[in-house]
């Protein structure tokens, strides 16, 4: 999304060139579906599998954000299309009950302007039980080797029921920062897609050089994983954004992320970057908590906030 449109352009018909075949998006991926659209005019779209998504809850705007995404996209049909984000049994009800968006799912699929019912979620529970439904053919959930949980239950379930499954934050959300590990270790795992976000072709070329070369993960590298892990727990930001918009503008991931920057940069290249603006706006935090109603993760966000000032303050005073 950050890219110009002719650069997003280009790093879409490139990866396209080396292989790559699917192609994920959303309604509410600021200008992604047209981008990928301009992309993808002349080829064979036969050849394609794109994926979308809307987050609404209701069939009459579903339906209109299908339309939306078809008009972007500049396509006949959306092979995949998404509930997006399910992250609690109340939203659950709302788009699985009468009137809601699955309704509007199946009428874009009888139509013929969607192939493939999917839904995505961050919540392991909810993902579970929308697929017991046996009313989806796709399911895009959280999956490395931090986020391990859908190893256990999500992913033979859904072999057992056909489901495709498609390995949503592969390099959880940037907190992982060996690409190469981390899709070593998706790789084990042959039923499932990963979905990695890029803005350059070389960061494909390095993912593809990893899966089209398959091996089982070394001693070595499964003790990489193992400190990895404990190094980050379970409480850190996947900068999925969901949190956004801050009443006091406060750009929450990059709060999140003030130790991982420094860890990679020199303080003054992380500052030129950004983060010590964002570190100073991180002060104007008033713990309203609207950010917790939307974090899909549950995250105590303005205590981490907290957390990552005092950090920043440490680093900045030596």
């Known amino acids: 999304m950050r890219l110009e449109r002719k650069d997003a352009a280009g790093v879409v018909r490139k990866v396209i060139e080396l292989g790559v075949n699917f192609i994920d998006t959303a309604n509410g991926y600021g200008d992604s579906e047209e981008k990928i ?27 209109e954000h299908v339309d939306l995404s078809l008009r972007r996209l500049r396509v006949d049909y959306i092979d995949i299309y998404h509930l997006h984000g399910v992250n609690s049994e109340e939203k659950m009800s709302e788009v699985m009950g009468p009137g809601g968006a699955y309704e509007g799912l199946e009428e874009a699929v009888k139509l013929g302007k969607v192939r493939h019912y999917a839904f995505s979620s961050h919540q392991t529970e909810t993902a579970k039980k929308l697929m017991l439904t046996q009313r989806f053919e796709v399911a895009q959930i959280p999956f490395n080797f931090v986020n391990t949980e859908p190893e256990e239950e999500l992913i033979p379930l859904a072999r057992r029921l056909n489901m495709g499954f498609i390995a949503m934050k592969p390099l959880a959300g940037g907190a992982l920062e060996n690409a190469v590990l981390a899709f070593r270790y998706l790789s084990q795992f042959p039923s499932v897609v990963p979905d990695p976000g890029i803005e350059r072709v070389e960061e494909m070329e390095e993912i593809l050089r990893v899966v089209e070369n398959i091996r089982p993960l070394t001693p070595e590298e499964k003790d990489t994983i193992e400190r990895t892990r404990e190094e980050l727990g379970k409480v850190f930001c996947r900068r999925c954004g969901y949190c956004q918009p801050c009443p006091e503008e406060i750009p929450i991931a990059s709060v999140l992320s003030i130790e991982s920057a420094v860890k990679r940069a020199p303080l003054k290249d992380v500052i030129r970057w950004g983060f010590g603006k964002a570190m100073e706006k991180a002060r104007s935090c008033t713990e309203c908590e609207e950010c917790l109603e939307r974090c899909p993760y549950n995250l105590s966000i303005p205590s981490l906030i907290k957390e990552k000032l005092a950090f920043w303050d440490e680093m900045v005073s030596k």
């Open 37 to 63: 659209g301009e992309a993808i005019q002349g080829m064979n779209r036969e050849s394609l599998v794109i994926a979308s998504k809307s987050g609404v809850k209701d069939k009459k705007t579903f339906l």
